[in-house]
């Protein structure tokens, strides 16, 4: 028996070792590494590095320095990141930090996207990403990995936030930018409430699966309203 155990305790190192690099060389995807100074007003503007850790925040393709704490723009080009003492709400349930991408006017370029973008290694074995936000409106938002949009498609719903996901199985294992956008289009802006980004091994389920969940909603839907009138 003695000489299995150091095979065991191998075996549990490199365990433990795969699942601190779970998330590959990223770092912060939940946004919970925020480094606010306490006592710092709501509706101040904080350094991206402290905000946001291993994150980079842009305007267009202008880097900033600093983001909006705690307070939502009134029509500018904003990155927010929003906490539970937030005065607009916005926080994902469950969560200590939420990220907010405002698309808006940004000075006399008219109006710009808003985004934030983090640089690593996408673990091997991943087939997805995972992530949570509110359900887009007007031109919406958008999702890159190594320049490449990647489609989402809701896996399940949060009160009034979504879980999505989307394949990245031909990223697995290589280094590439991850960015999340607001977009804007014909006078029209959009917004990005978002948290809880992670790699998954799991699939993406397949469009005829969806079929069948939205079918099944929509007869369930019928029944119970044939019921009622009954």
Same mark, same amino acid.
């Given at each position: 028996?003695?000489? +299995?155990?150091?095979a065991i305790i191998a075996v549990? #190192?490199?365990?433990?070792?795969?699942? !601190?690099?779970?998330? !590959?060389?990223?770092?912060?995807?939940?946004?919970?590494?925020?480094?606010?100074?306490?006592?710092?007003?709501? !509706?101040?503007?904080?350094?991206?590095?402290?905000?946001?850790?291993?994150?980079s925040a842009y305007f267009g393709s202008s880097q900033q320095n600093s983001l909006l704490y705690n307070n939502l723009s009134t029509g500018s080009?904003?990155?927010a990141l929003l906490d539970q003492n937030s005065p607009v709400g916005g926080v994902i349930p469950g969560n200590q930090y939420t990220v907010v991408l405002q698309a808006g006017l940004n000075g006399v370029n008219g109006a710009s996207t808003a985004s934030i973008a983090q640089t690593g290694l996408i673990p091997s074995g991943s087939r997805s990403i995972i992530f949570t936000a509110a359900p887009p409106t007007g031109p919406g938002w958008s999702v890159m990995l190594g320049g490449q949009n990647i489609?989402?498609?809701?896996?399940?719903?949060? $009160? #009034? +936030?979504?879980? +999505?996901? $989307?394949?990245?199985?031909?990223?697995? $294992?290589?280094?590439?930018?991850?960015?999340?956008?607001?977009?804007?289009?014909?006078?029209?802006? $959009?917004?990005?409430?978002?948290?809880?980004?992670?790699?998954?091994?799991?699939?993406?389920?397949?469009?005829?699966?969806?079929?069948?969940?939205?079918c099944g909603t929509a007869f369930f839907g019928l029944t119970r309203k044939k019921g009622v009138r009954d």
């Open positions: 028996m003695r000489l +299995y155990i150091p549990l #190192s490199i365990s433990v070792i795969a699942r !601190g690099n779970a998330q !590959g060389s990223f770092q912060n995807l939940n946004f919970a590494s925020a480094a606010i100074p306490q006592g710092t007003p709501n !509706g101040s503007f904080v350094p991206v590095v402290e905000a946001l850790p291993g994150w080009v904003e990155v489609p989402v498609v809701p896996e399940s719903q949060q $009160g #009034s +936030y979504v879980e +999505y996901i $989307g394949d990245i199985s031909a990223f697995a $294992g290589q280094t590439d930018e991850l960015r999340f956008t607001a977009d804007f289009s014909a006078n029209k802006l $959009g917004g990005m409430v978002l948290d809880n980004i992670q790699f998954s091994p799991n699939l993406v389920p397949e469009p005829s699966v969806w079929s069948l969940i939205l």
